[in-house]
């Protein structure tokens, strides 16, 4: 008896539509729940904002304040940092500022000595060393929060670059006591270095504006971003304090603390500035440790949100897309390395045609992205017709980069799925403005190619086998997924040429 070939190439088919399906219904469902987002934004704007805020003409009524600087070998950019945060207007009595230092090289004798000539000038500036790094970031915080002395913790990281005002603007809006955090927006003091630098500060701008509002007005679990905000001590007492078990603990903390009740305040209109990655390497370590953590959480936390009695459905749904952020590349990528084998299924098994008539009106999720980054787009730069042909042309770059990155960040996801650990690996500061373009020479650098670059190499070409596919299959091509396979072809080929231009 001859073997059935044709049945098996059918059941793989079916197996790989099927896949394939799943993956637009999570990239559309995800979409769905940015446009909820987006609705939430635009009926925010329309809100008259009353809030109860603290009278700072009444001495009573400005509390003790902590800074924290948690910082680990920034060499680059610690003297700036504390510049930026010396200059912070508040009554001097009321605050005090907590350099959380687990540095290991000569920027230790930098910090010191920076530390000792502010104290000279009449700052309260503290110097807190460990004995080892334990719990990395989240721990530096913990160590600091045994001696502080704030009733409010504020945080920054070590490329922030805070404005005078900026404890005067975020601590008057913990007059109610129900408020455990208040977060403000970032803003990008190197938006237009580089294509790099405009693609993350495209991409970051989408979360601090539609995201972020979107579900603090909806009342669905934000998140503090781990810097640029504000905690009340007490808040972060009664959610279990900093935990160092994912690479998010921002995120962590920011649900714990919401399932117990606490509200957080975002702050769209105070924008704290910070420097923008430049280089490669320095964006796959941040993204890395991003997309890893948001599965970490995931896996920590949804089963808190669905036993947490008192959480509205639509808040619980809200919170899985939340989670399964940084998720959605993994489906990204899926989609992208079966959307090849679809090409060829479609065309050479006609009685399939209804599936790909049916698949090809999720090109809305496109849509609704589009729509979504525009309304933030709008609110930064303006509207207006210039104004939107260049958030065109700049909304395409994103999506053929944030593509590219599809390998490296699912990696990222399905390790933290699977609850690999591994290292807290700082992002590499620059501070361009007084190193100017000596960036190579910056010490933190890595020095090797990521081994991901030879797979984002390899799906270069392979969606170049995908475009030049469209002139040959059927009886006249079929050019459907040909924008789609192009995009993916410019996205890993700047991701693999900037990969390697860095380290020339």
């Not at 790989?16 to 939430?40: D, E, G, K, P, R």
């Not at 329309?46 to 400005?62: G, L, Q, R, T």
């Not at 810097?227 to 903390?253: F, H, M, P, Q, S």
Request: with cysteine; net charge positive.
């Amino acid at each position: 008896m001859s073997f059935d070939w044709t049945s098996v190439l059918v059941s793989i088919s079916i197996f790989l539509m099927t896949v394939y399906a799943i993956c637009l219904i999570l990239v559309f469902l995800y979409a769905l729940s940015q446009l909820s987002l987006l609705m939430n934004y635009i009926r925010q704007k329309n809100k008259k904002k009353e809030d109860a805020v603290f009278d700072f003409n009444n001495p009573e009524e400005v509390p003790f304040v902590t800074i924290q600087l948690p910082v680990y070998n920034e060499l680059y950019v610690i003297e700036r940092l504390l510049d930026f945060v010396s200059e912070i207007e508040y009554p001097k009595e009321k605050l005090e500022i907590q350099v959380l230092d687990d540095s290991t090289d000569e920027s230790v004798e930098i910090t010191s000595k920076k530390i000792a000539c502010l104290c000279a000038n009449g700052h309260n500036i503290i110097h807190v060393r460990r004995a080892s790094r334990e719990g990395f970031k989240a721990g530096a915080l913990k160590e600091g929060l045994k001696t502080a002395k704030g009733e409010f913790i504020a945080i920054f990281d070590a490329d922030f670059t805070p404005k005078k005002d900026w404890l005067l603007q975020t601590i008057p809006y913990f007059k109610s006591d129900k408020i455990g955090v208040v977060q403000t927006r970032w803003g990008h003091i190197n938006r237009n270095y580089s294509l790099l630098t405009k693609v993350q500060a495209f991409a970051l701008d989408m979360h601090f504006t539609l995201e972020q509002v979107g579900r603090n007005y909806g009342g669905h679990f934000m998140n503090f971003n781990g810097t640029a905000g504000v905690w009340r001590k007490t808040c972060i007492e009664d959610a279990g304090n900093w935990e160092g078990d994912t690479l998010t603990e921002d995120l962590d903390l920011s649900y714990r603390a919401q399932l117990k009740g606490w509200k957080f305040k975002y702050l769209e209109d105070v924008e704290t500035p910070a420097e923008l990655p430049v280089v490669m390497s320095a964006i796959r370590s941040q993204q890395f440790r991003w997309n890893k953590g948001g599965a970490e959480n995931f896996q920590k936390m949804i089963g808190k949100v669905f036993r947490t009695p008192n959480v509205a459905l639509k808040t619980r749904l809200h919170a899985i897309m939340h989670l399964l952020n940084s998720t959605m590349f993994l489906s990204v990528l899926t989609l992208a390395v079966l959307s090849i084998p679809m090409l060829y299924i479609k065309n050479e098994w006609g009685h399939f045609s209804w599936f790909f008539n049916i698949t090809s009106l999720f090109i809305v999720s496109t849509v609704i992205f589009f729509v979504c980054y525009w309304f933030t787009y709008k609110r930064i730069h303006g509207g207006g017709f210039a104004n939107f042909i260049e958030f065109s042309k700049s909304f395409v770059t994103f999506y053929a980069v944030a593509m590219g990155f599809s390998v490296h960040n699912s990696k990222a996801v399905l390790e933290g799925h699977r609850g690999k650990r591994s290292e807290f690996v700082r992002t590499p500061k620059f501070n361009l403005s007084k190193f100017k373009d000596n960036f190579k020479t910056n010490k933190y650098l890595q020095k090797n190619i990521s081994k991901n670059t030879l797979i984002e190499a390899f799906m270069m070409l392979y969606f170049l086998f995908g475009m030049t596919s469209a002139f040959f299959v059927g009886n006249e091509g079929d050019f459907g997924l040909f924008p789609f396979h192009f995009l993916l072809f410019i996205g890993f080929g700047f991701v693999t040429y900037s990969s390697i231009r860095s380290r020339i």
